[in-house]
C-alpha cells in the first residue's frame, strides 16, 4: 500500500542531518518521525546519486515526485535488538560511582565487537535514560541546543501620548555556556516569536543544532508525547537556518531546564534593574535590557572563575554552524478560489491577483510576505507577484490572460490604425474618422472592431 508522504521541509532536515553523518535513530529524533520512515527516505536519498548542492535546489514539487514511493519491508536490526536488551543494565551500573559510559562502551564493544560505536552508544542511553528516569541530567555540548521561551511577568512601556501598555519578554539561552538572550516584544505570536529566535542567533553570531521552544502555538501546532506537530511557518525558519526544533514535552520543565532557570536570573537580574524606567518604545526598552544583559552574562557563575561570557567565547563560538547571510521573511498562508475573471483575491490587502486562466474556479494557496505573493496548486507554482496594497485593485500578467482578454488589452488606436492599413488605406481613412467622431473611448473601441471585422 502507499506510504502518505511526509511535508517536504521534514525530507530536507532529515536528508541535511544523514549528510552531517548523523545516525539513523538521531535523525528519527531530532526530525520527530520514526526511524523506519528515515531508512526508508535515506534509501531513496542513497539511490538517486545526487549531489546534496542539488538536492537543496530542487523544488518541493520535484522531491515529492523523486521521494514520495511505495513502502518497503522493514528489515530487522539484530545490532540495535542487543543493545536494547543491554541498556537497563548498563543504566544500572552507571550509576556506580566512578563509572563512565567510555568504561561500559569498552565493555560491550568487547562482548559485541560488529556493535555501535561510541557515540550511537551514549545516544541510545541517553534515549533510554529520558523515557526510564525523567530527572535525568543532560549535559549540553558545544552548539547543541538553544532553550527558548517567555517570562511570565511582564514589562511595560509608556508611549507618549498613550496609557502605558505591557508587552512579553522572551529568553534564549545556549545549553553548553549559558550566555543568555533577552528581548522585549510585542507579544507571542510567530510573527513576534519567529524574529526573536532569529535575533538570538545574530546576537550569539552562529546557529545551534538545535532549538528547543515551549509548546506554545507560535512554534508547536500540536503537542504530542511522541511527534509533535510544529508551526509550519516555524518550521521552515528553522530549516532556512539549518537547525532542527526539539520542543519540550508538555508538562516536562525539566526538558527545558536552562531556560526555566534563566527567566528566574532575568527576574533577578534584569527586571529589578531597569522595571523603574519609563521607556516610551520597544526599542528604547531593549536597549536597557542589553546593557543589562551584558553585565549579567558577564558576572561570574556561581563557584566558578569564569563567566557565560568567556566560557562561550572559549568553548561554544566556534562550534556553533554559520549564519545564512539573509534574513528570514515571515509568509502567510490562505486558501482562495480563482474567479471566472481569472483572478485570486489577497483577503488582507483586498487585491487581485491574475493566475493562468486555466485555474478559474480552483481553490489555491496564496503564500505571500511583506514584498511578494506566490500563488500554488499543490506545490507548484502557478503564478508569482510583486506584493500590492492598493485596495479593490488588480495585478495583472498579461500571460494569464485567455486569449479573448488579452485581445482586449492590446486595443489602441495605433493598433486598430496599423491593422486598417494593412487591409487598404480606404478602410484607414474611415477607422480614422470613427475615432474622431465617438467621443467615448469604449464606444469608439467597439465601433473599430466591428468595422475591422467586416473589412477582413
Known amino acids: 500500500m502507499a506510504n502518505n508522504s511526509i511535508a517536504m521541509t521534514k525530507l530536507r532536515t532529515i536528508i541535511r542531518l544523514y549528510e552531517e553523518r548523523m545516525g539513523l535513530k538521531t535523525i528519527a529524533v531530532m526530525a520527530r518521525t520514526s526511524r523506519n520512515t528515515v531508512k526508508k527516505y535515506i534509501k531513496t536519498w542513497n539511490s538517486l546519486k545526487m549531489s546534496f548542492d542539488e538536492f537543496q535546489s530542487r523544488s518541493d514539487t520535484e522531491l515529492h515526485d523523486l ?9 530487522p536490526n539484530p545490532r540495535r535488538e542487543t543493545l536494547e536488551k543491554l541498556l537497563p543494565e548498563i543504566s544500572k551500573e552507571l550509576g556506580r560511582k566512578g563509572m563512565t559510559t567510555m568504561k561500559q562502551w569498552q565493555k560491550y564493544i568487547k562482548s559485541h565487537p560488529d556493535g555501535y560505536g561510541l557515540t550511537q552508544f551514549r545516544l541510545s542511553i541517553q534515549r533510554y535514560r529520558m523515557v526510564n528516569n525523567p530527572s535525568m541530567r543532560m549535559e549540553h555540548k558545544a552548539e547543541d541546543k538553544m532553550f527558548v521561551d517567555y517570562t511570565g511577568d511582564k514589562l ?20 553548553c555556556s549559558l550566555l543568555t538572550y533577552v528581548e522585549a516584544v510585542a507579544g507571542q505570536s510567530k510573527e513576534d516569536f519567529i524574529p526573536a529566535c532569529e535575533n538570538a542567533f545574530y546576537f550569539y553570531g552562529g546557529v545551534p543544532q538545535a532549538v528547543v521552544p515551549d509548546n506554545l502555538k507560535a512554534a508547536v501546532t500540536r503537542a504530542s508525547r511522541h511527534e509533535s506537530i510544529l508551526n509550519e511557518e516555524f518550521e521552515r525558519f528553522a530549516e532556512h537556518y539549518g537547525v532542527t526544533v526539539f520542543p519540550a514535552r508538555v508538562r516536562k520543565p525539566r526538558d527545558k531546564a536552562p531556560v526555566e532557570n534563566a527567566v528566574k536570573l532575568t527576574y533577578k537580574d534584569i527586571f529589578t534593574d531597569i522595571e523603574h524606567l519609563h521607556c516610551p518604545d520597544l526599542k528604547s526598552l531593549n ?50 478560489t480563482v474567479g471566472k475573471d481569472g483572478y485570486i483575491r489577497l483577503g488582507e490587502d ?26 500554488f496548486d499543490g506545490y507548484t507554482l502557478v503564478a508569482s507577484h510583486t506584493r500590492s496594497r492598493l485596495q479593490f485593485k488588480h495585478t495583472t500578467n498579461p500571460e494569464h ?30 477607422i480614422r474618422k470613427v475615432m474622431e467622431k465617438k467621443r467615448y473611448v469604449d464606444q469608439a473601441n467597439k465601433s473599430c472592431v466591428s468595422s475591422l471585422w467586416h473589412a477582413r
Not at 67 to 75: K, L, N
Not at 156 to 175: C, D, K, T
Not at 411 to 421: G, M, N, R
Open 287 to 336: 536597549a536597557a535590557i542589553l546593557s543589562s544583559l551584558e553585565r549579567h552574562n558577564n558576572n561570574l557563575l556561581t563557584n566558578r572563575n569564569y563567566s557565560r561570557r568567556s566560557y562561550f567565547e572559549e568553548i561554544e563560538r566556534e562550534a556553533l554552524g554559520a549564519l545564512t547571510p539573509i534574513r528570514y521573511q515571515i509568509k502567510k498562508h490562505v486558501m482562495a
Open 350 to 375: 483586498i487585491h487581485y491577483y491574475s493566475v493562468p486562466h486555466t485555474y478559474m474556479g480552483k481553490k489555491l494557496k496564496i503564500s505571500y510576505t511583506g514584498e511578494d505573493v506566490q500563488i
Open 401 to 430: 490572460l485567455h486569449p479573448k482578454h488579452k485581445a482586449v488589452l492590446e486595443w489602441s488606436p495605433d493598433a486598430f490604425i496599423k491593422e486598417a492599413a494593412g487591409i487598404h488605406e480606404d478602410v484607414e481613412r474611415y
Open 67 to 75: 521521494f514520495c514511493i511505495t513502502e518497503t519491508p522493514v528489515m
Open 156 to 175: 511595560w512601556i509608556y508611549p507618549h501620548g498613550e496609557p502605558p501598555r505591557q508587552v512579553e519578554v522572551f529568553v534564549a539561552i545556549l545549553g
